[in-house]
């Protein structure tokens, strides 16, 4: 009788809930039918947050103070500290080696920090509270780890009980639609192809509604249409308020999709808006092109506002040092035009987080070797 | 520290699903026990009507107790150290599940199939011996002391050779090492109750009291000892 009671309220739910919505409230998974927007008012929009300074009223989603983790001799990663607000999508980026996937793990209460002190989804990082924050968030390892001789809805429900989730069934079937796999559901996982394996991990990563999601390498081996799709669901859980911790080697992923980036490489070299480093780290600079070479660019390009200095690169390119580009560029363009230059184009040097990441790792190689 | 049963559930579901497409483990878990019911099932065929005098003061059914000590030795030693190998040890920690929640289902997945086979194992002896034996030797081979004792004992030695697989699955690296030192650190079991069956041990009731006073004992440390070796870091990264 019970079970008969329990078969009717759940199918008196599955019919009051839309699929395409997900609902508000901790019941509810943050996932979302490819296509679907997610309607979920339950915490603060990313772009309400005050991003970058790691706080959205009251304390961070993530926070860590000069966390650090030894195995014996050997430093995984040290001295990171960083506050992360809810709804942000923050980049944690480094090369292979650098401590990024043992300070996912950390955080995750997987192993234990050798020091330094840390906040997850608002509960201190200690040995007690380890299932209290594995309860508040999820991670998805580099490598899927999925039984694969179980099917994709097997794999899934074994989660949601792991997770105890109220009404697993709807869950995993919300999570298999947010990854666009309701297809599969029933395929053993050993016959999907790595790029379905990865997108189970990343519906079974769903399942307990994190407040916290920890990706690490979320689109290692990945082909460009799963890539996408991958990139589209970050955007989509960004959108519902869930505070993203990514990892990844892949620097036009972190700029696309990362509020702020952080690059570790044992220490914590950076960290902030991708746009700041490149101001933090690169000069801006004009680069001026013209038909045939200026006989005194000297005296063209002298006293003019916002430039600081230039210098010739090449026969008929020129790059300018501007404070502001907003300023130095109409000053040179009319400049180039009094001197009678025919000019074939002025433009701003872009550079990208590939540069600023780069820059700091061959630094860091630089003081190796002195 | 409160269990959750939904988890320990999950994982012990999970475990008799993988079981069951794995023919390999199927295979190994009927193999066994079929090895230790053609020894005895050949030697009570072949006796007499007369040599039925004889049984009454040998227990020549607790040698099958050695099948509920084997059987899940070898389940139980790939439980932990096999999903860490699959790498699907990191994202079941990454859940809220408790290390003991996460053995309690290991150990029961282990253990009830193991319990089961060898309860068939055991009936399927009894009715070939009913049927095929010379007459006046089932009588005297069934006895309910003996019956009693299998029914008792297979479940703690298979509980204790349980815990001793999943303590050696989690400090091992590789599968079949720990397949191999499980089945060997079950053999003691194996012998104890093989002298008992060819009465070089006399089989009493203290005798029988004690043993399963000791491996009852034995059990429930089993499960907190196990859980105090289980380290999540070490299973996880590979040091410490």
């Known amino acids: 009788m019970i079970y008969l009671i329990r078969w009717l309220i759940g199918k008196l739910r599955r019919r009051t809930t839309s699929p395409a919505v997900a609902l508000s409230g901790r019941d509810e998974p943050a996932v979302h039918a490819r296509g679907e927007r997610f309607v979920t008012p339950r915490k603060v929009a990313a772009s309400d ?7 959205v009223g009251g304390a961070p989603a993530l926070s860590a103070l000069g966390l650090g983790k030894r195995f014996g001799d050997r430093v995984a990663f040290d001295d990171v500290s960083f506050e992360i ?3 942000e999508v923050f980049g944690f980026l480094g090369p292979n080696g650098a401590g990024k996937t043992t300070t996912v793990r950390t955080l995750g209460t997987l192993i234990a920090p050798t020091s330094g002190s840390a906040t997850v989804a608002g509960i201190a990082l200690t040995p007690d509270n380890g299932v209290e924050i594995r309860r508040r968030i999820s991670i998805m390892p580099e490598s899927p780890g999925l039984y694969l001789r179980l099917s ?6 074994c989660f949601a009980d792991l997770y105890e989730a109220p009404n697993p069934g709807d869950r995993v079937d919300r999570a298999l639609r947010a990854v666009n796999l309701a297809d599969r559901a029933n395929d053993a996982c050993g016959s999907l192809s790595k790029g379905l394996r990865q997108r189970v991990a990343l519906a079974r990563a769903l399942l307990s509604d994190p407040q916290v999601l920890f990706l690490d390498e979320p689109t290692s081996g990945l ?4 890539t996408r799709d991958v990139h589209e669901l970050i955007d989509a859980l960004r959108r519902s308020g869930v505070t993203i911790f990514l990892t990844t080697h892949r620097l036009e992923e972190a700029e696309r999709l990362c509020d702020r980036v952080a690059i570790l490489n044992t220490t914590l070299r950076t960290i902030g808006r991708p746009d700041d480093l490149r101001d933090q780290l690169f000069a801006k600079t004009l680069t001026v092109r013209t038909l045939i070479p200026l006989s005194e ?6 006293d003019l506002p916002a430039v600081d200095g230039w210098r010739q690169d090449g026969a008929r390119d020129y790059v300018l040092a501007v404070s502001d580009s907003t300023l130095a560029a109409p000053a040179v363009t009319r400049a180039l035009v009094q001197a009678g230059a025919d000019v074939l184009s002025i433009g701003e040097s872009h550079h990208s987080l590939e540069d600023v990441y780069l820059e700091l790792i061959n630094e860091d190689e630089e003081a190796r070797r002195r | 520290m409160s269990v959750s049963r939904r988890r320990v559930r999950a994982i012990f579901r999970k475990e008799l699903r993988e079981y069951r497409r794995n023919r390999t483990i199927v295979t190994g ?5 079929l090895l230790f019911l053609v020894q005895p099932l050949v030697a009570v065929l072949n006796l007499g009507a007369s040599a039925s005098g004889g049984l009454a003061h040998e227990h020549e059914l607790l040698y099958l107790l050695a099948i509920p000590a084997l059987v899940p030795a070898t389940l139980a030693a790939y439980s932990v150290v096999g999903e860490r190998q699959q790498g699907t040890l990191e994202p079941v920690l990454g859940t809220p599940i408790r290390r003991e929640e996460f053995l309690l289902g290991k150990a029961l997945a282990s253990f009830v199939p193991s319990v089961a086979i060898s309860y068939a194992v055991y009936a399927f002896f009894l009715a070939l011996v009913e049927i095929f034996a010379q007459p006046g030797v089932a009588p005297a081979l069934l006895r309910g002391s003996d019956l009693l004792a299998q029914l008792v004992f ?3 030695l298979a509980g204790w050779s349980i815990w001793v697989g999943i303590a050696i699955s989690t400090r091992s690296s590789e599968v079949r090492v720990a397949q191999q030192l499980g089945v060997l650190a ?3 079991s194996v012998v104890v109750t093989s002298l008992i069956a060819f009465n070089v041990i006399h089989a009493t009731l203290v005798v029988a009291l004690g043993g399963a006073a000791v491996l009852l004992v034995l059990n429930r440390l089993g499960w907190r000892i196990t859980s105090a070796m289980f380290d999540r870091e070490r299973l996880i990264t590979g040091t410490r």
């Open chain 1, 49 to 55: 947050a005050v991003k970058g300074d790691g706080e």
């Open chain 1, 85 to 87: 607000g809810h709804g």
């Open chain 1, 152 to 157: 994709v809805t097997e794999n899934l429900a």
């Open chain 1, 223 to 226: 082909d460009p249409v799963a």
């Open chain 1, 297 to 302: 660019p000297g005296r063209v390009f002298a």
């Open chain 2, 29 to 33: 878990m009927a193999i066994l026990p």
């Open chain 2, 154 to 156: 297979t479940p703690l």
């Open chain 2, 186 to 188: 079950n053999l003691p």
